[in-house]
């Protein structure tokens, strides 16, 4: 998948997330890799052993590389590594990251089961071949993620299946999985099953949350789900929702990259606005800017968002994408009128956020083609030549 220059594959996407999650804790060992199984994405979170009895450094340093190249598979890494969780289809990370944090730091061990007969059927056999095999074998509860035959249903998306387990042989649709309290319709909005989420929501309350506190027009948002996002608005839900993190919806499909669902927020009038903030002052701009997704930035910026706005510790957008790197993004709203010498609410320039990482790369950006003032003070009448910034300003 090509996200363009400065953009990532799919997965360096995902560890830039993850990094940020734990305060690059696990920099380096945690990979997220995809795989198809039944022609379905499967997700991998695995921790590349730091034991050195278990992995040689080289071997560690070569599958570093292949991750990067996008060369490296599930079958080549798994032998030399701890699966800290699966899942069929891509999890939000703020769903997963405290399970992942878990199992890295207690050696816990998260997969699917991926070869029972039944989860198989419901989640890709049409009707007549599940009723078969529930007439063979005994109903398992869960599997060890505690994914019921319903959630693998929810995910694979045939109505009659889903109906045939809830109406015929009575499964719950109240059952909360083991990752982060899921139940089959939260499965189901993710994924994008209109029917199913109907079928659903008859027999459940609109406001059902995870243990994140997600709503269903949070996955809705996650999946660029516009059509469910319409259905679960018309049911009244609360589009205001936070989660755990003080996130909404808005914020949600800023984050991901999800255009259609936030033209959707904005053109339906329903109290949604391009500048809504979440509970720390964060406006959608702020999160596509910090993602590095050019494509999402321009687009909120076309839709009115303030490039000017700022977070509660003072930061607008230009300086969140200084401090990550995004070149593009940062060149972006210079060209949007923004002064290279623009400060934050504690005096600091742009450029103090690369010297302090000695992002050398975003340093010569800012002095050579924005013209940036490395005399400029950053507070306290400390100058960027003469603080703790000067060693990456040496090799200018």
């Known amino acids: 998948m090509n996200f363009g220059v400065h953009f990532m594959r799919e997965e360096e996407l995902l560890k830039d997330e993850i990094d940020g999650f734990f305060d690059k804790e696990i920099f380096n060992y945690l990979f997220p890799i995809k795989e198809k199984r039944e022609g379905k994405s499967v997700y991998h979170y695995v921790l590349v052993s730091s034991d050195k009895e278990k992995v040689d450094p080289d071997k560690r340093k070569m599958i570093q590389e292949q991750f990067k190249a996008g060369s490296i598979s599930f079958e080549e890494i798994k032998d030399y590594s701890q699966i800290l969780y699966s899942g069929w289809g891509r999890d939000p990370l703020e769903s997963i990251s405290d399970k992942i944090r878990r199992a890295f730091m207690s050696g816990e061990n998260f997969k699917l089961t991926f070869d029972n007969d039944l989860y198989n059927a419901a989640r890709n056999c049409g009707l007549e071949e599940v009723k078969k095999l529930f007439e063979k074998k005994e109903v398992e509860e869960a599997d060890e993620n505690g994914w019921t035959c319903l959630h693998h249903a929810a995910y694979g998306g045939n109505p009659e299946v889903v109906g045939y387990l809830v109406n015929d042989l009575h499964f719950s649709f109240n059952v909360k999985d083991k990752i982060c309290g899921r139940r089959p319709v939260h499965i189901a909005v993710r994924e994008g099953h209109t029917d199913i989420v109907k079928f659903f929501l008859c027999r459940e309350k609109i406001d059902v949350v995870d243990e994140n506190n997600w709503t269903l027009l949070h996955y809705a948002a996650y999946g660029n789900h516009s059509e469910i996002a319409q259905f679960l608005i018309d049911a009244k839900i609360n589009v205001h929702e936070r ?6 919806p808005i914020h949600v499909a800023a984050k991901n990259g999800c255009e259609d669902v936030i033209k959707f927020f904005l053109d339906k009038n329903i109290g949604i606005g391009i500048d809504d903030v979440d509970s720390e002052g964060r406006t959608p701009l702020h999160y596509a800017a910090r993602k590095g997704d050019l494509e999402m930035v ?9 490039i000017y706005a700022k977070r509660k510790d003072g930061k607008e957008p230009i300086h969140v994408a200084t401090e ?15 002064s290279i010498d623009d400060v934050d609410s504690e005096g600091r320039t742009l450029l103090y956020y690369p010297t302090r990482k000695g992002d050398l790369e975003m340093v010569k950006f800012l002095v050579n083609k924005g013209g940036a003032n490395i005399y400029a003070k950053i507070g306290d009448d400390v100058k960027f030549i003469h603080g703790p910034c000067r060693r990456t300003l040496q090799h200018l």
Do not use: P, R, T, Y
Not at 298 to 306: E, R
């Open 243 to 248: 989660d755990a993190s003080g996130m909404e």
């Open 324 to 338: 990550m790197g995004h070149i593009n993004v940062v060149e972006f709203f210079l060209g949007k009128g923004i």
């Open 298 to 306: 321009k687009f909120l910026v076309n839709k009115g968002a303030s």
